[in-house]
């Protein structure tokens, strides 16, 4: 998505910090950030970022180049398709395939809604018949495309998730992620930011169920809470039924915040029926631990074009699992750098243990 930043406060602690508001313009793809200053938590030569997450190599291969025609970059979404290639959808409505070792483009395919409009698109699913499953945020929305681009359905919103005035979602803070449940009959898709009406920070996650026709009917809804001032770029599903989530903020003249959870749904209430969510009892989290925060992670020579707590980092939108490496997941992470001079297409790879049990599930606090 393109970004609305505000001015963020630096805090000295990675668990809670504080945040204000203001504008910056070199990232126009995110409200507002947390930072925490870079810590030498890694030893020389070390590729770990934490005791769960360690970085292998990181790519800008990509970066402000074309094909076809057509800027590659403004990925905000990845996926892994049938024959092990990459899937990747821009926020400017073009869906690359991409070879899984060179990254090389190998097609690249437009989409649209049904008036022929572009799409704000941001989250992306290869289903198991190889249609593709995009979201946009426009309005939102989530729909089923051909791999040339053909929309074969679309799936219902609810009515409280759609942007105000028909709902009470906030414009550019909807539908990011998308990933499809262990069995893949069970789609979730995470929206950025909190609806008008709940609690600043509870961001909802609503799910889809298939049925027997291949349609997706509504079900399930979870409250994930974010840390202060962040919002959920993506999310993926682990194959135990957790979930990887990303969060992500801006602070224009210090840069951005990216932070990887493992997250649980399982135990968490379902709020498709609880208007508001304020702090009532008897409404569940989604637990959360946190894994990593990118800025931790040893540079490994990266450089930055605008000011960063560590170079590495540049607003980090899409992630795909693409495999597992021993007893960790293989994880690739890649920038949307909305076409920006001063923002950088990246690719990350990292290696993510999620053996690790999560914190117990958390009440919603009111404001």
Same mark, same amino acid.
């Given at each position: 998505?393109?970004?609305?930043?505000?001015?963020?406060t630096a805090?000295a602690?990675?668990?809670?910090?504080a945040?204000?508001?203001?504008?910056?313009?070199?990232?126009?793809?995110?409200?507002?950030?947390?930072?925490?200053?870079?810590?030498?938590?890694?030893?020389?030569?070390?590729?770990?970022c934490?005791?769960?997450?360690?970085?292998?190599?990181?790519?800008?291969a990509?970066?402000?180049t074309?094909?076809?025609?057509?800027?590659?970059?403004?990925?905000?979404?990845l996926?892994?398709?049938?024959?092990?290639?990459?899937?990747?959808?821009?926020?400017?409505?073009?869906?690359?395939?991409?070879?899984?070792?060179? =990254?090389?483009?190998?097609?690249?395919?437009?989409?649209?809604? &049904?008036?022929?409009? /572009?799409? !704000? %698109?941001? @989250?992306? $699913?290869?289903?198991?018949d190889?249609?593709?499953?995009?979201?946009?945020?426009?309005?939102?929305?989530?729909?089923r495309?051909?791999?040339?681009?053909?929309?074969?359905?679309?799936?219902?919103?609810?009515?409280?998730?759609k942007?105000?005035?028909?709902?009470?979602?906030?414009?550019?803070?909807?539908?990011?992620?998308l990933?499809? =449940?262990?069995?893949?009959?069970?789609?979730?898709?995470?929206? &950025?930011?909190?609806? /008008?009406g !709940? %609690?600043? @920070?509870? $961001?909802?996650?609503?799910?889809?169920?298939?049925?027997?026709?291949?349609?997706?009917?509504?079900?399930?809804?979870?409250?994930?809470?974010?840390d202060?001032g962040?919002g959920?770029?993506?999310v993926q599903?682990?194959?135990?039924?957790?979930?990887?989530?990303l969060e992500?903020?801006?602070?224009?003249?210090?840069?951005?915040?990216?932070?990887?959870?493992?997250?649980?749904?399982?135990?968490?209430?379902?709020?498709?029926?609880?208007?508001?969510?304020? @702090?009532?009892?008897?409404?569940?989290?989604?637990?959360?631990?946190?894994?990593?925060?990118?800025?931790?992670?040893?540079?490994?020579?990266?450089?930055a074009?605008?000011?960063?707590?560590?170079?590495?980092?540049?607003n980090?939108?899409?992630?795909?699992?693409?495999?597992?490496?021993?007893d960790?997941?293989?994880?690739?992470?890649?920038?949307?750098d909305?076409?920006?001079?001063?923002q950088?297409?990246r690719?990350?790879?990292?290696?993510v243990?999620t053996?690790?049990?999560?914190?117990?599930?958390?009440?919603?606090?009111?404001?």
């Amino acid at each position: 998505m393109r970004l609305r930043t505000v001015l963020a406060t630096a805090t000295a602690s990675l668990a809670a910090a504080a945040c204000l508001t203001a504008a910056g313009p070199a990232n126009a793809d995110v409200h507002a950030a947390t930072v925490t200053p870079t810590v030498p938590a890694n030893t020389p030569g070390s590729h770990a970022c934490s005791p769960a997450v360690s970085i292998d190599r990181f790519s800008d291969a990509l970066d402000k180049t074309t094909y076809d025609g057509t800027f590659v970059g403004n990925f905000s979404a990845l996926a892994v398709d049938r024959d092990g290639s990459l899937a990747a959808v821009s926020d400017r409505s073009a869906l690359f395939n991409l070879d899984r070792r060179t =990254l090389a483009p190998r097609a690249v395919v437009p989409l649209a809604d &049904e008036s022929g409009a /572009a799409l !704000d %698109s941001e @989250g992306l $699913v290869v289903d198991r018949d190889g249609s593709r499953l995009v979201s946009s945020e426009t309005e939102p929305s989530v729909r089923r495309y051909s791999r040339d681009g053909r929309i074969l359905d679309r799936l219902p919103v609810p009515d409280a998730l759609k942007v105000a005035p028909a709902g009470r979602a906030v414009s550019n803070g909807t539908f990011e992620g998308l990933t499809l =449940l262990p069995g893949g009959r069970t789609l979730l898709a995470s929206m &950025e930011y909190a609806l /008008a009406g !709940d %609690s600043s @920070g509870i $961001v909802r996650f609503q799910t889809w169920r298939e049925t027997k026709g291949g349609h997706f009917r509504l079900s399930r809804q979870y409250a994930y809470r974010t840390d202060a001032g962040l919002g959920v770029p993506e999310v993926q599903a682990t194959p135990d039924g957790r979930l990887l989530v990303l969060e992500r903020g801006f602070t224009a003249g210090v840069g951005n915040t990216v932070r990887l959870y493992l997250a649980d749904p399982r135990r968490a209430t379902d709020t498709s029926g609880v208007e508001n969510l304020t @702090g009532q009892d008897g409404v569940r989290l989604v637990r959360k631990t946190l894994l990593a925060d990118i800025v931790n992670c040893p540079s490994r020579g990266a450089t930055a074009k605008q000011p960063q707590p560590n170079p590495l980092l540049d607003n980090i939108e899409g992630m795909v699992i693409t495999g597992r490496a021993g007893d960790r997941l293989k994880v690739l992470l890649v920038s949307d750098d909305n076409q920006n001079a001063a923002q950088t297409t990246r690719f990350y790879y990292l290696r993510v243990r999620t053996t690790k049990a999560a914190e117990p599930a958390e009440r919603i606090a009111a404001g």
